[in-house]
């Protein structure tokens, strides 16, 4: 039952919202500008804010629907599984030869899902980072990886916890050149052209 929804949560978050709505919009493809990321962030470059805050909340709405779809027919292990294969559909998708997005706001959509007290902590914490440190990446970093003690905590749930280590892994791995710039100092700040 696990693999079955694990492959679902796969095949929803490898839907790649961002570059069907640009093509959609006329604005070619979302690969070629930028970053050449699939994401939210990506899309905002086009400079079309309401493309750009769909494509977070589709993205977010897909690690959403693969929880709470297993949650539904099925279990919390499911549920869990959908989840950790929703990010990795999003970052990993097949339909774009693996090269995906970062997986922030899947792993929002998901977290909210399966744990809501613990994604609206990580929500809380971003704001509180973003804030302090004007950094969108870095504000990311921090609140997925207080995900897993916040889970741990809240819902006394170890297998939740090791999801959420795992999902916080994924993002960092996928930010790995946002970490450089930021060790750098040459990291955008919120607001500011890359």
Known sequence: MEFIFALIGYLLGSIPFGLILTKAAGLGDIRAIGSGNIGATNVL????????????????????????????FANHDAALMAGLFSILGHVFPIWLNYKGGKGVATALGMLLALAPLSGL?????????????????????????????????????????????LVCAIVWFTHRANIQRLLKGEEPKIGQKK
Not at 47 to 52: E, F
């Open 45 to 72: 470059r086009t400079g079309n804010k309401k493309l750009a805050a769909a494509t977070l909340i589709l993205d977010g709405t897909k690690g959403a629907v693969a929880v709470l779809l297993a949650q539904h």
């Open 121 to 165: 902590a990580a929500c809380g914490v971003w704001l509180v980072m973003a804030a302090v440190f004007r950094f969108s990446s870095l504000s990311a970093l921090i609140a997925l990886l207080s995900t897993p003690l916040s889970s741990y905590f809240i819902y006394n749930d170890i297998r939740l916890s090791l999801v959420c280590a």
